[in-house]
């Protein structure tokens, strides 16, 4: 396998334009070569499927692998090289399969779309897979602004992807995303498309967005009820238990439900706070509260947490420390070293007996800190105190507010959201959603009248329940334009989720947002010429410079 890496999609890129030799995120170069060559795999697969879909065959099968293929190369979701080999060799069935069916049905198999590489690749050995990076990197595609492009389509489709497969776990399903996934990533093996029409995949990658967070948000609701207003306890208690990071709701239900009655406590880590919120998880005597801070404190905090801990999805921190012994993954997650908690079998919920086992042998977490936080403000709760927040909003208690949702991540420079939260005039309110609270959340910023001035909507995903609040609030203040309204967007991004959530934005018309604590890497100066003049976007400079610039524009 090669020595070589070229990887871009984070914000964490090395020197801010892309690890060459190890992933500042722990991938090392053969990881992230399998995670290409399974990317080019997948568009392969794609490009056939789309064939298919055109000639009025849908195979949904087909549609998972590629989107869990998808899912499992965002930043920090899976580490296992064996994972990746085997999904690679998967998708060799996968384009015999939809290649026999096209041929069936009579389908020119000659078609011009059908002859890149891609899609005609069959290897046979590792040797075979290894030997495909070179056509396989991001660097494969020369001009500048083309990759950069692609890749910005790519990362929008892999959240979308992650989305889509949290909503799939709940049996729901858009076919329309479906078709825009094979869609976007058929387009990617295209050298004849042009800067605009680029840009319009982009859009429309948009759009796509918000139906996922849409479709998820419905899931997500309707199964497990809306969110509450709700104080989550961040101290522990003298019993063994078991720690739950990720997105993934359906598999904390079901750990919930098994560990029921057994005497282990379920705590969450990270993105898994908001569950929380929700009623249906509310009834578990034993779901006692949320353990530390966002994913990047890891390796001190589950440390000291001393039981098991399940990752359902990212943000994993490659590590050393012997609590590795105690690491479980599912879903897309994976680790070596760390037990793989096995898909659920014909209806059945996955099989958590091993890691409620291993619980019962450890010690109870050391506390870390003490006291409640408070959350539950997605889109139901908070216009259910629509009449309020509109008083405050009339009658001048509320000036403005700021969405500074998104990813919270390790590099210093990220303090800026924490001096930007603690610097914020008292009649400002900050809405967010993802793990970018944690730079600000256990901060005693009080309230407006009984409104907390830290509205959280839940994870990164329910970025989708801010935008409903701004589009209510934009009918109920009968303004024609979203960017009237008093709410300036100061976001944080890290991984490719915040992608998709940024061009859903975009698609719904919000401008001038700011994205830091970095640009993207993979923006070429003109493309991101092309956002700053088409949309406004801006990254950040300092706490003191930036909150006068959005102030002045609350004044204008
Ligand atoms: Fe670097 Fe981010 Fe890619 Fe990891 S995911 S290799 S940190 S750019
Ligand atoms: Fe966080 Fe990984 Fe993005 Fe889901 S858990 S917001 S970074």
């Not at 989305?163 to 058929?186: K, M, S, T």
């Not at 998104?406 to 967010?432: H, W």
Request: aromatic share 8%; proline share 4%.
């Amino acid at each position: 396998m090669t020595d070589a890496m070229f990887c871009f999609q984070c914000q964490e890129a090395a020197k801010g334009t892309g690890c060459t030799i190890k992933g500042v995120c722990g991938k090392d170069s053969e990881l992230a070569a399998l995670q290409d060559i399974l990317l080019y795999m997948v568009k392969g697969v794609a490009t056939l499927h789309l064939t298919a879909r055109q000639n009025g065959l849908i195979c949904e099968e087909a549609e998972m692998y590629i989107m869990n293929s998808l899912f499992a190369t965002i930043t920090n979701a899976n580490f296992n090289k064996t994972v990746f080999y085997n999904r690679i060799r998967e998708g060799l069935t996968w384009k015999t399969h939809i290649r026999q069916q096209l041929e069936e049905m009579g389908v020119d198999l000659n078609l011009s779309s059908l002859q890149h590489d891609a899609v005609t690749w069959y290897p046979r050995t590792d040797e075979d897979i290894a030997s495909k990076w070179i056509k396989a990197s991001v660097l494969a595609t020369e001009q500048e602004d083309i990759r950069s492009l692609k890749e910005l389509l790519t990362y929008g489709v892999k959240g979308m992807a992650a989305y889509a497969e949290h909503a799939a776990q709940l049996g729901y399903r858009d076919p329309e995303v479906h078709a825009f996934i094979d869609r976007a990533l058929a387009a990617t093996l295209e050298d004849q498309i042009a800067v605009d029409e680029w840009l319009s995949l982009i859009m429309t990658c948009g759009k796509y967005g918000v139906q996922v967070m849409s479709l998820l948000d419905q899931a997500n609701t309707s199964t497990f009820g809306h969110p509450e207003i709700t104080k989550v306890n961040i101290g522990v208690r003298q019993r063994p238990a078991i720690l739950v990071s990720g997105h993934d709701l359906k598999d904390l239900e079901e750990l919930l439900k098994q560990t029921e009655g057994t005497g282990i406590d379920v705590y969450t880590h990270s993105e898994m706070l908001p569950a929380h919120y929700y009623p249906a998880f509310k009834k578990y005597e034993h779901f006692v509260g949320n353990y530390g801070n966002a994913w990047w404190k890891q390796e001190t905090e589950l440390e000291m947490f001393n039981g098991p801990i399940l990752f359902t999805t990212n943000c994993i921190v490659p590590t050393k420390k012997p609590y590795v012994n105690r690491m479980y993954t599912t879903g897309q997650a994976g680790y070596p070293g760390a037990v793989h908690i096995e898909e659920r079998k014909a209806g059945e919920p996955k099989d958590f007996s091993m890691i409620i086992e291993h619980a019962r042998r450890c010690e109870p977490p050391v506390q870390i800190e003490e006291g409640e936080i408070v959350g539950g403000f997605a889109h139901h709760t908070v216009l259910g105190l629509a009449d309020q927040v509109l008083e405050a909003v009339q009658s001048g208690q509320i000036r403005k507010f700021f969405v500074m949702a998104g990813c919270d991540g390790r590099m210093k420079s990220r303090e800026y959201y924490s001096d930007f939260a603690e610097q914020l005039p008292e009649d400002t309110v900050i809405l967010t959603a993802g793990c970018a609270k944690y730079k600000y959340n256990k901060l005693p910023l009080g309230d407006i009248g009984g409104i907390p001035r830290i509205l959280d909507a839940g994870q990164c995903n329910d970025s989708y329940s801010l935008a409903v609040i701004a589009l209510k609030l934009k009918e109920a203040l009968g303004l024609e334009d979203i960017n009237e309204l008093p709410i300036s967007y100061n976001i944080a991004w890290y991984e490719q989720k915040a992608v998709i959530v940024l061009l859903a934005l975009l698609h719904l018309g919000v401008k001038d947002i700011h994205l830091g604590p970095t640009l993207p890497a993979f923006l070429s100066p003109n493309v991101a010429k092309v956002l700053v003049e088409q949309f406004g976007i801006a990254g950040i400079t300092t706490v003191e410079a930036d909150m006068a610039a959005f102030l002045s524009h609350a004044e204008q």
